[in-house]
């Protein structure tokens, strides 16, 4: 059995026009046609609309990509429709997706300074990806909540509001208090989680809500760095991109790896799961392979510095790791290599299905080689088990 712990959806037309408040529409992503023709979503901040042919047309060979110049009724329905998805979801021999909000179209609104846009974009997109597009097949899709920007209190509403509708799990965009750093004002915010017993993840693009407006406010004065911005342009051939520009998110890979890495010292020096035993915590998108040896650098902090700094902690930091959190990647060799330091219940597979680093329709061909040599109770464990166990699916998923 496959299934995913991390998936997502394309928006359709619809979205904002059916599930934000009228008041808001103005504001809201618009879609527009970019200069091929096709479709292409306009998102604040941006230089310019992002086409939807990367996430619209998944399992395209490399040398067939197009990502502009594609519409809407000629992209693969199931990247925006639950329904459809059940389709794509059997060829890729998959039996369910936990679905994940997308940072793009989310940070239209997170990133917002008005908080009462925030929350009116974190709402529309909660209420239609449990409402519509994951009611379409309530035993094979499986919806995360957004958490806004705008401090504990509107999280702790977003949480309990989450339970009454049935998602699975929350993703936070930034620490709970909207700030830089874990610190005791978060405290009511974990605490709501462990007594909901709902998982919380953190997933690619997680920063503080000053660096949300900060950076913000440099794209719209165009004045953020030319490099996490960078594009290709194959209609220029006098544009010779240096080794970084082939792919916009190469710059960034080592950015938000070390971000992770960060968040994880933070989380396990902290003395959170010794406050909040019961709590889960999930690294979504951020490959394992690193993990070991992160697990090596915290546990030296903390013996060297436990009594001179008081890290007053029960267990060294690595125990908390395998006892409370969990990591995901698509196709990591180094992390499955290493799955015995990382733990092997710590290991979740996924297919960023209909993104574009997915292998859609490849992915059990892909999964059964980058698992080559496993064992089968650890296989499955890994491609399945331990995304039911973590997100609570054992009553809710099908049986297959």
Request: hydrophobic fraction near 40%; aromatic fraction near 10%; proline fraction near 8%.
């Amino acid at each position: 059995m496959l299934i995913s712990a991390d998936s997502h959806i394309l928006d359709p037309p619809h979205l904002w026009d059916r599930w934000l408040p009228a008041r808001y529409r103005d504001q809201a992503p618009q879609l527009v046609e970019d200069a091929d023709g096709g479709h292409a979503w306009r998102y604040a901040g941006a230089r310019e609309p992002e086409p939807i042919g990367l996430a619209g047309l998944p399992g395209r060979p490399d040398d067939q990509l197009r990502p502009s110049g594609v519409r809407y009724d000629e992209i693969r329905p199931g990247t925006f429709d639950g329904a459809a998805r059940l389709i794509d979801q059997d060829a890729d021999g998959v039996a369910a997706e936990v679905i994940f909000p997308s940072a793009r179209p989310m940070g239209h609104f997170l990133d917002d300074p008005d908080p009462a846009f925030v929350l009116a974009g974190v709402e529309a997109y909660n209420r239609f990806i449990v409402e519509e597009f994951c009611s379409a097949a309530p035993d094979r899709l499986f919806p995360v909540a957004q958490l806004p920007t705008t401090g504990v209190d509107d999280c702790v509403r977003t949480l309990r509001s989450c339970v009454e509708q049935g998602f699975v799990g929350a993703v936070l965009p930034c620490w709970p208090t909207g700030g830089d750093h874990l610190d005791a004002a978060s405290a009511p915010f974990w605490s709501c989680a462990e007594e909901l017993g709902l998982p919380i993840c953190m997933h690619v693009g997680f920063r503080s809500r000053e660096e949300r407006l900060l950076l913000r406010e440099l794209q719209e004065r165009r004045l953020d760095d030319e490099l996490t911005s960078v594009r290709f342009h194959p209609h220029r051939p006098d544009h010779a991109p240096r080794p970084l520009e082939y792919h916009h998110r190469a710059p960034n890979f080592g950015v938000s790896l070390g971000r992770a890495a960060a968040v994880l010292s933070d989380l396990l020096l902290s003395g959170l799961f010794d406050a909040h035993p019961g709590l889960r915590i999930g690294f979504i998108e951020t490959w394992v392979g690193w993990i070991p040896r992160a697990l090596e650098a915290v546990d030296d902090i903390w013996r060297r510095n436990r009594h001179l700094r008081r890290i007053l902690l029960r267990h060294p930091p690595s125990h908390y790791w395998h006892s409370h959190m969990t990591g995901s990647f698509l196709d990591d060799r180094a992390g499955i290599q290493s799955r015995y330091a990382i733990g092997v219940d710590n290991l979740m597979w996924s297919t960023d299905y209909p993104h574009f680093g997915t292998f859609w329709p490849r992915s059990r061909q892909v999964a059964e080689a980058s698992l080559s040599g496993v064992s089968a109770e650890e296989r499955h464990r890994i491609l399945a088990g331990n995304c039911v166990r973590f997100y609570g699916l054992t009553d809710r998923i099908r049986s297959t």
